[in-house]
């Protein structure tokens, strides 16, 4: 059974951007999301349309499957690197390498999951990188006294 999780009362962003090629476990991915964390969630089916995507909205996290047409998965990661956006990324792949697991958490992913995913360890894992994003928002209002 998949945990049901309330979302705490905030206003820094829980929208989640999927970045998967394969339509069927986008949409699943998409559809557990939104059930257990009530949660907005974005899908791309490439690289390409996923770095659009977050030209265009802010985002808490980014899930990118490493292996895409168009663009990899390790270039959605480079690139909210390098536009220094404030978003969360984890990798995910049925294909994936120790090396590859390397280079991703060096550059700076989260995580890097194997496919197929375990659905319950998965919401769990974003619901705890949404809830460490609000916590160090809220601190970092607090530091600057605006809580």
């Known amino acids: 059974m998949i945990p049901e999780v309330s979302p705490p ?31 907005e969630v974005d899908t791309a089916a490439d690289g390409v349309r996923g770095l659009e995507l977050l030209a265009e909205r802010p985002y808490a996290l980014v899930v990118t499957d490493l292996r895409m047409p168009k663009a990899s998965g390790m270039r959605v990661l480079r690139e909210v690197q390098d536009r220094a956006l404030s978003c969360a990324v ?5 294909h994936g390498s120790v090396r590859e697991a390397v280079e991703a958490m060096r550059l700076g992913a989260y995580d ?7 659905p319950q360890k998965f919401v769990l894992l974003v619901d705890r990188v949404l809830r460490e994003r609000e916590l160090v928002a809220v601190g970092g209002r607090k530091e600057l006294g605006q809580d």
């Not at 984890?90 to 049925?94: E, L």
């Open 9 to 39: 009362p905030t206003t820094v962003s829980r929208r989640v951007l999927i970045v998967e090629d394969l339509e069927d476990s986008r949409e699943s991915l998409q559809e557990l999301l939104q059930e257990a964390l009530k949660i």
């Open 112 to 118: 890097f999951l194997q496919k197929p995913l375990d």
């Open 90 to 94: 984890v990798v995910m792949t049925g």
